[in-house]
């Protein structure tokens, strides 16, 4: 969306949205097998938003089963992948017509603010299944080098029937990077969104049917990770789990995948991002990116770039920097365009935020900046944007995923200790680099144990560059990209003899 709407046009298509609140099970809204619902709230207001279905392992198999039958009736795996191509870039037209209402769902659910979820998230979710579905029908299979007497062909082939369990942070992207590759390259998919997060899931499934993707091939079961998503991990007919989530819960897939079928487990992890400041970067734009990588989306993100490892001698200038900078960056209602922070996804997760800040002071570091709840009246849960000086690495908030609006800044000699300080973590997702050095640039880039590394910026690159982590970060796969296309597929070899 190039031009913002107002807040009162904003308002008035929030009053006007029908949520889709059933699982979407074999090409059409169900309700849970038990009956059961829970309610998805607004962290902006504590309010509730709607009740929607509480799925549990009796509504995992009806979806496999669906899912199974589609695929080997060969509905959407057989068809030419330029067909696939088509439907979904028809999918993708009918998210185009519906990306308000994708973009607020989001908002709604996630108390993210409105100006990302209409000009960052939307467009993006939409141009990641345009991106796949382009490739579908442009990828070569390879024939071996042999002798004349045989052919060996090396083909790929879907993988079967994919879970793909995603997190609540960036709901409707977070699910298109997984849709997009598994759908392009003729999988059925299970989509489990994270509980808090249900809606947008919900309405891409409805659209995808509309477009003409075939019935089972694209479900949504709703609820809990302790059922639903364990019972997707556990089944013997689910081929591969695709994976977002938190370290923690992604070690479980790789035990329900050895206690079950040793089904594919693709997991994309939590971080504890570094941002490696040295003394001769531009300042001035090294505080622009450190506030962005560490409060955008108020640091609910797995790149959160939490950690500012700064080089002696420019730590005050750019602390001074970014103080500034946070100006320009107010916490407030999300559905208001004019705020780019709004509330943390519930209340226990505000409270383990809070909890860490709390930790932060009693280990020693220097509160700078923020440290509380704020805008208790609106019955949300926001928590201002918070900045620890005079961290040392060995400090929890400098070690464990805080996935909240702190910062943790740590001061360091040199390049080298930079680098240390930097790799010291159980984790290696993304990294930044600031200096005008091209030599320490490449450097440092290639002694950062990180998935993405960025230099002079603070960025995930775009659709064409993979996204996954290095260490506890990840586990063997990356989201988007070729190569994304790429681990949804098997290889087969086809050795055919040609006679004498
Ligand atoms: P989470 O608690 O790990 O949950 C992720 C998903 O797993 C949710 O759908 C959740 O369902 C489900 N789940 C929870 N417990 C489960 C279990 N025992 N068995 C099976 N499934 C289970 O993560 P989150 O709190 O939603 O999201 C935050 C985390 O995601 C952070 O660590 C962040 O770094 C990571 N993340 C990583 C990336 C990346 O690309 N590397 C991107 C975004 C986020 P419920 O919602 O019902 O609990
Ligand atoms: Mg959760």
Redesign the pocket.
Known sequence: MSTLPSKEHIEKAVGQIQFDTDAFIDGKFVKAVSGKTFATENPATGRELAQVAECDAADVEIAVAAAKRAFEAGVWSDLPPSERKEIMLKFCDLMEEHEMELGLLDCLEAGKPVADCLQIDAPETIACIRWHAEAADKLYDHISPTGSENLGLITREPVGVVGA??????PAQ?AAWKIGPILATGNSLIL?????TSLSALLMARLASEAGVPDGVFNVVT????T???AL?LHMDVDMVA????????R??LQYAAESNLKRIIL????KSPQIVLADADLDNAAENAVSAAFWNMG????CGSRLIVEKGVKDALLEKITAELKAWPTGDPLDPGNPLGSMIEKGHMEKVLSYIETGKSEGANLLLGGNRILTETGGYFVEPTIFDGVTNQMKIAQE?I?GPVLSVIEVENEQEAIAVANDTPYG?AASVYTASLDSAHRIARKLRAGNVSVNCFAEGDMGTP???YKQ??FSGR?KSIFAHEQYTEMKTTWISLGK
């Open positions: 369990v995603i997190p609540w942070n960036f977070m489990k969104p994270a509980e808090q609820g809990f990770g302790e639903t998503g364990k991990g994976f977002t989530g938190s370290t923690e819960v992604g479980y897939f994309e992890c939590g971080g609910e993100n797995c790149s995923e996935f997702l996204f996954g982590g970060s990840g989201d």
